[in-house]
T-cell receptor, first 115, second 114 residues
């Protein structure tokens, strides 16, 4: 079984400021971790993922995330926010083994970027 | 060159009606999924099919029936629609063992039951 907790349903940052969106997970086996972004009235777009190997993963649009097993965390960061980053962000986990590979999502974090 | 497509994009209907949502993927993936996103934007798995066989069926009312005519299509039929069925329904696909289970999502179908 797996679960995801996203701390902070709403995060506001100023344009140019650091973006930090928090995600903690629990999983019975080594997890695969994902961040998806959803722009208004659109589908889900993959930002980045961690499966194995390097724990710091880089994604699209300047985002990156670090897998910290000891903290069961996979926080998403971006050094400098842009107005176009305003969207809903979802952290998700799936199991790395077994037949059931559905994604379990966190409750989402709405990112607002202030001018 | 849409990878995962859904039709219709918007669906407004009356309570008690029966409706279908279609999903097609051209990625050659073996596994397809249906997710429901509620009004609070919470996403939850409903079904998963692998090569036309049902492998995941979460606690979804039996008014919802997925149908997979071939591995590129996974349609969702909903009988006797209720107000609580109003949501956004997302189809997704992935290939087991490839790209580490990355799921690709369709644009969603926004269902409103009146």
């Amino acid at each position: 079984a797996q679960s995801v907790t996203q701390l902070g349903s709403h995060v506001s940052v100023s344009e140019g400021a650091l973006v930090l969106l928090r995600c903690n997970y629990s999983s019975s086996v080594p997890p695969y971790l994902f961040w998806y972004v959803q722009y208004p009235n659109q589908g889900l777009q993959l930002l980045l993922k961690y499966t194995t190997g390097a724990t710091l993963v880089k994604g699209i649009n300047g985002f990156e995330a670090e897998f910290k097993k000891s903290e069961t965390s996979f926080h998403l960061t971006k050094p400098s926010a842009h107005m176009s980053d305003a969207a809903e962000y979802f952290c998700a986990v799936t199991l790395s083994s077994g037949s059931a590979r559905q994604l379990t999502f966190g409750s989402g974090t709405q990112l607002t970027v202030l001018p | 060159d849409t990878a995962v497509s859904q039709t219709p994009k918007y669906l407004v209907t009356q309570m008690g009606n029966d409706k279908s949502i279609k999903c097609e993927q051209n990625l050659g993936h073996d596994t397809m999924y249906w997710y429901k996103q509620d009004s609070k934007k919470f996403l939850k798995i409903m079904f998963s099919y692998n090569n036309k066989e049902l492998i995941i069926n979460e606690t979804v009312p039996n008014r919802f029936s997925p149908k997979s005519p071939d591995k590129a299509h996974l349609n969702l039929h909903i009988n006797s629609l209720e107000l609580g069925d109003s949501a956004v329904y997302f189809c997704a696909s992935s290939q087991p063992g490839l790209a580490k289970e990355t799921q690709y999502f369709g644009p969603g179908t926004r269902l409103l039951v009146l």
